[in-house]
């Protein structure tokens, strides 16, 4: 610190912008995509519990809820998919999570996997190899 910002008015300062980073966010986010399917084919894909869990992994989810709206256009139906963590996130985290979970279903519905980098060739030695 320097000799001007020294003070405890700067270290109270500094404190507050610490804890702002660091304080938990909302627990429930929801995001909405269209998606070029039947309303019974994106139920189908949500019920399943193997591609249900697939959509959401790594995503610490206590519940999750599907809603399928009417036609927007030529763009599919508007599916909103609704996450409640199972613990806090930092931030905008929480949407960015049903941001990802909500891309994942799109992308199983339209193309009937979800994308992945695993086993993508890169420089690194150990690109390829599956986890163990």
Avoid: H
């Amino acid at each position: 610190m320097s000799a001007r910002s020294s003070g405890p008015r700067a270290v109270v300062s500094k404190a507050r912008e610490v804890i702002a980073k660091a304080r938990p966010g909302a627990t429930e986010g929801r995001r909405s995509l269209p998606i070029r399917r039947s309303p019974e084919e994106i139920r189908a894909y949500w019920d399943d519990p193997q591609l249900r869990s697939a959509v959401l992994r790594d995503i610490p989810v206590a519940d999750a809820s599907l809603e399928v709206g009417g036609d927007d256009r030529d763009w599919g139906r508007t599916t909103t998919l609704t996450l409640r963590l199972s613990a806090p996130v930092p931030g905008m985290a929480t949407q960015t999570l049903a941001g990802k979970a909500v891309r994942r279903l799109k992308a199983l519905c339209e193309t009937g996997e979800i994308p992945s980098s695993d086993f993508n060739p890169s420089a690194r030695a150990d690109a390829g190899e599956a986890d163990a």
